[in-house]
């Protein structure tokens, strides 16, 4: 479903890198809340935005979150 | 085509196959962010379908969804009575025990040295937690009195004055595991949850394993979910060394990422099966 590659450092303020590493996050079939670990840097993402693709450092666990 | 509206925190890999097994059922799923949704307090009809699947993982935002979405209409699952019962412990202990349902002894109280009174009245070693809290977090064995001192004088000095009541449970000597029963209007499955730790929560390293549900284990368990008002619950039972059985939580959304790859148990398709069968 993804494909990530390492990109130039020219290139790292992409908006679809990883806002930790900078690795580009290719692909598709993403789904908005979904969490991706990113290859790079295993950084935890939120996918923010679909279109254009989005990421963003995956937030805190909540205190009331969980079972 | 059923319609079913799926609310979620993050997609999880449980949302996930909960989303696929419900698409392979043919049925038109929505997915909502909790975070998005912004709704009038009215009885006005919910745009979406009929039924809500909430699998929010925050409770405050999935017992205020479940609430407002009853209001407009929708069959939510689970409902909101029982998200604000099983979120908070207190208040489960007291719907099991208004049905008669056998469980470690527990008190709450509001203040430390009457906590304090009673912890030492009862014996150690007691278990404390927090009324509202998951994943095991914070769950303290009190052995002796200088603990439950330092325990309870944190309990009651930090936080707001939400947070300043104190639960304390009867601690159950386990034999190295615990049980936890799916119900899903009916048992469909049990995981065995082995650790060489007191706490025995997936989320804090237990193993878990599949077992075979006894009939009275089930009878237990469906007794348990049915007194919170669940559809979907995930029953904790200790069991003791003497072969008693215990309810000791019940759990409203519930996870198996950690355990279906042991267990086997088809937990996405069963929920799917059932949220499409609450269809109207």
């Known amino acids: ?67 | 085509m059923k319609k079913i509206d799926l609310i979620y925190t993050r997609l999880r890999a449980e949302e996930r196959m909960i989303l696929e097994a419900l698409r392979k059922r043919d049925c038109a799923v929505e997915l909502h962010q909790d975070a998005d949704l912004v709704l009038p307090l009215d009885a006005g009809h919910w745009s979406g379908g009929g039924v809500v699947l909430m699998r929010s993982m925050s409770l405050t935002r999935s017992r205020y969804l479940a609430a407002i979405l009853e209001v407009k209409g929708a069959r939510v699952v689970n409902s909101s009575r029982a998200i604000a019962t099983c979120g908070d412990k207190i208040l489960t202990n007291l719907a099991l025990a208004a049905q008669g349902i056998p469980m470690p002894w527990s008190f709450a109280g509001f203040e430390e040295e009457a906590c304090l009174g009673e912890i030492e009245r009862r014996g150690y070693p007691v278990v404390t937690k927090p009324a509202v809290g998951s994943w095991g977090r914070m769950v303290a064995r009190i052995d002796g009195r200088n603990a439950a001192e330092g325990l309870l004088q944190m309990r009651f000095e930090m936080g707001g004055a939400s947070d300043h009541v104190a639960l304390v449970q009867q601690y159950i000597d386990k034999p190295g595991y615990d049980l936890r029963v799916y119900v899903l209007g009916r048992t469909v499955g049990g995981i065995r949850r082995r650790s060489e730790h007191w706490v025995t929560n997936t989320a804090r390293g237990a193993v878990p394993e599949r077992y075979e549900v006894p009939e009275s284990h089930a009878t237990l368990a469906e007794r348990a979910a049915a007194a919170v008002g669940a559809d979907i619950a995930a029953v904790d039972l200790l069991e003791t060394r003497s072969g008693e059985l215990l309810v000791n939580e019940v759990n409203h959304c519930v996870e198996f990422a950690r355990s279906i790859e042991s267990t086997r148990i088809p937990l996405p398709e069963l929920i799917a099966d059932y949220a499409a069968g609450v269809h109207p």
């Open chain 1, 1 to 67: 479903m993804q494909l990530q590659k390492q990109m130039d450092a020219k290139d790292v303020a992409g908006i679809n890198g990883c806002p930790t590493c900078a690795f580009e996050i290719t692909g598709d079939g993403f789904m908005e809340g979904e969490v991706v670990t990113c290859e790079g840097c295993s950084a935890e993402l939120e996918v923010v935005g679909l279109k254009p693709l989005r990421f963003a450092e995956a937030p805190e666990v909540e205190e009331d979150w969980g079972e």
